[in-house]
Each structure stands twice: as structure tokens, then as C-alpha cells.
């Protein structure tokens, strides 16, 4: 799939706000700061359309993008976000939940997992969350480029690991570099089968 346009839509604190146009969604989330801004900027083939910053937090709404005129690219708040009130962790929690749960248009929802470090509890919690919920998902190991291929693929497989304590078969998971760009067609490729089999 090549991505011809990528317009930005807008950003909503709630589903009942989101566009009610059918097009199939394609949502992104992650821990904070890992990367998901600079991925979503790199698959789109645009430098500045998902705002990227140093400061953990930074996304605070549901930010719609449409792509193609086909499709919508979600780009949801990061979770575990410690330096935050807790009401507003709640409310964020809330947010995206509603939205993974009761968006109708809802294609998958893509994991972003800082490839650099050893598998977290917040990041298994939320995946085993959304398998028990039924929710189609896919694995997306960022920042690459940082350490060696084979530390990458230790911490690969020690998440896929941990992930097999609860699961009896693996979502698919892509390993990216936005800085290196690696993994943008592997994305893109999925995605367009996804859309084929609607």
C-alpha cells in the first residue's frame, strides 16, 4: 500500500465526538514516549503530522487522520503516564477503553512496545486486556535502530514469552526504526490485506 494523502481530521475527548463516517479505523497506542508520534509520521510519509515531542504525555485526545480517503489512522493517548493526576489518568483510561471497546468502525489496534527494554507489566496487562475483550491487535516493536539485532531479538522473544503464559497464539507483531525506516511496508502491507478481506 502506498500512502498517496494523509489529512488530519481532528481530535476528540470522546467516541460520541468522532466522525460517524464508516470508513474502517486502524488505531495506534503505547506506552509514553515510545515512538508513536515519529511512527505515525513515518508511515504517512509526512515529517509534522502527528505532533512528536521529548515530553512524555503529549497526546491527549483521539486524533482522527484519514488516509486515502479510505481509511482512518487513529492516533490514541499514551497509557502509564505517571506524572499526571489521577483523575486524569482515569479519565484518559476511560477515554480509550470506550474507544477500543464500542468503536464500530474498529479495524485492529496496534501496540507500540519500546524494542530497547525488557517486557513491562503495564504493556502485558493492556495486551491480555484486549485479547480477553476480543480485540484484533498487532505488535509494534519501535526504536530498533537504538541497540544490536540480537538484543532486539531477546527482547522479542522474552515478551512473546511472557505473552504465551496467557495466549495459545501470537498477534502479529513488526519491528520499526522511524529514524533507520525500517518496517513501514510490513505496516502498510498488513493493513491494506486487512482492508482487502472487508
Not at 505515525?40 to 509534522?48: D, E, P, S, T, W
Amino acid at each position: 500500500m502506498e500512502i498517496k494523502s494523509a489529512e488530519y481530521v481532528g481530535s476528540y475527548v470522546q467516541l460520541s465526538q468522532c466522525p460517524s463516517i464508516k470508513q474502517p479505523e486502524f488505531a495506534f497506542i503505547g506506552r509514553s514516549n515510545v515512538g508513536k508520534s515519529s511512527l505515525v509520521n513515518y508511515l504517512c510519509g509526512r515529517k509534522a503530522l502527528a505532533k512528536v515531542s521529548v515530553t512524555p504525555g503529549k497526546t491527549q485526545t483521539l486524533n482522527y487522520f484519514n488516509i486515502n480517503n479510505h481509511w482512518h489512522l487513529v492516533d490514541l493517548p499514551g497509557y502509564g503516564y505517571a506524572k499526571i493526576s489521577r483523575t486524569m489518568r482515569e479519565k484518559w483510561e476511560t477515554m480509550i477503553r470506550t474507544f477500543i471497546l464500542k468503536s464500530e468502525a474498529l479495524q485492529y489496534v496496534f501496540v507500540l512496545i519500546d524494542a530497547r527494554i525488557s517486557p513491562q507489566k503495564i504493556d502485558l496487562e493492556f495486551i491480555n486486556w484486549m485479547g480477553s475483550k476480543g480485540i484484533p491487535l498487532g505488535i509494534i516493536f519501535t526504536k530498533a535502530d537504538k541497540i544490536s539485532s540480537p538484543e532486539i531479538q531477546s527482547n522479542i522473544a522474552s515478551f512473546k514469552n511472557k505473552l504465551l503464559e496467557n495466549w495459545e497464539e501470537l498477534p502479529p507483531h513488526f519491528v520499526t526504526s522511524s529514524e533507520k525506516k525500517i518496517g513501514k511496508e510490513n505496516i502498510l502491507g498488513f493493513i491494506h490485506e486487512a482492508l482487502r478481506g472487508k
